[in-house]
């Protein structure tokens, strides 16, 4: 006998905060994704539906081959979706939009270009004049904390900076959306940790709507305002969690009775 699906825990009821009051950004519906193959075909996602709404940071968490970063993909305009729909404020979503930026694992830099010219290289796709695509890059540099190595080229970075980079060029066109795909799992412990308040940082200054998936229970914590925990595959959404700790975040919470509540929760419901 096939097993049902697995029941979403309801998020708490807890008042309702600015972002909930917001428009809602992107809204997923029964969404079903599932690659061919020889074998009938693999399910990567299975009847998912949730809302993000304007200027929240949501963090995807669940185990490896769960669907996150397909999920990613669909939100992205890239992949279309076997069943069921995508909507970008109440539009439909069927291809990528400029007004949705992505940002993956790797940084996938030019490595002929300096940092400054993998920054504008949107802006010059646009044919958006050079001064002014030079002066948004440059306020991104800033921005980011890059400022003296707009011009180093990216074999000459770290890690760490070259997400920099990367998340600079992906905000270059001022998107509504920034979608990260485990931007820092290449990182060590303590870069991770840093650029993680660089990123709430850079989202405090700019307020974009973030989606971003990690397999880190504490990074899913201290960055989010909500945690969506996927099933392994076929992914389906096993539990939608409000993340009400106080903002700004600062080192100290990590230690909380709060955050280790949290942390207690989201593994018992990865498994």
């Known amino acids: 006998m096939a097993k049902s699906p697995p029941e979403v825990i ?36 299975q009847g998912i539906s949730f809302c993000i709404r304007e200027r929240e940071f949501v963090c995807v968490l669940g185990p490896s081959g769960s ?6 993909r669909v939100l992205a305009g890239l992949l279309t979706p076997t069943q069921g729909e995508v909507y970008f404020y109440g539009e439909p979503l069927k291809e990528p939009r400029r007004e949705i930026g992505l940002v993956f694992q790797k940084a ?10 993998n920054i504008v290289l949107p802006l010059e796709l646009q044919n ?5 695509a030079r002066r948004r890059a440059m306020e991104l540099i800033e921005l980011v904390g890059l400022h003296g190595f707009e011009d180093t080229l990216p074999r000459d970075l770290s890690g760490g900076m070259a997400q920099r980079v ?40 700019r307020r974009k709507t973030v989606v971003m998936v990690t397999h ?7 960055l ?23 903002r700004p975040r600062t080192e100290e919470i990590r230690y909380s009775p709060a955050f280790g509540e949290l942390a207690r ?7």
């Open 10 to 45: 309801p998020t708490s009821k807890a008042k309702a905060t600015e972002t909930e009051e917001a428009r809602v950004a992107i809204e997923v519906r029964n969404l079903s994704v599932t690659f061919r193959n020889g074998n009938g075909g693999l399910r990567a996602i």
């Open 67 to 72: 669907g996150k970063s397909t999920l990613l």
């Open 108 to 117: 996938n830099l030019m490595p002929w270009r300096t940092a400054l010219q």
């Open 128 to 132: 958006v004049p050079k001064a002014e």
């Open 166 to 205: 990367a998340i600079a060029r992906a905000l270059v066109h001022d998107p509504q959306v920034l979608l990260l795909d485990e931007p820092f799992g290449g990182l060590d412990a303590l870069t991770r940790e840093r650029m993680g308040d660089e990123l709430l940082r850079i989202w405090q200054a």
């Open 216 to 222: 880190s229970i504490p990074e899913a914590i201290y």
């Open 224 to 246: 989010s305002d909500r945690v969506l925990v996927f099933t392994p595959r076929p992914g389906r959404l096993r539990l939608d969690l409000p993340i009400y700790l106080p």
């Open 265 to 271: 929760r989201l593994r018992a419901e990865i498994g």
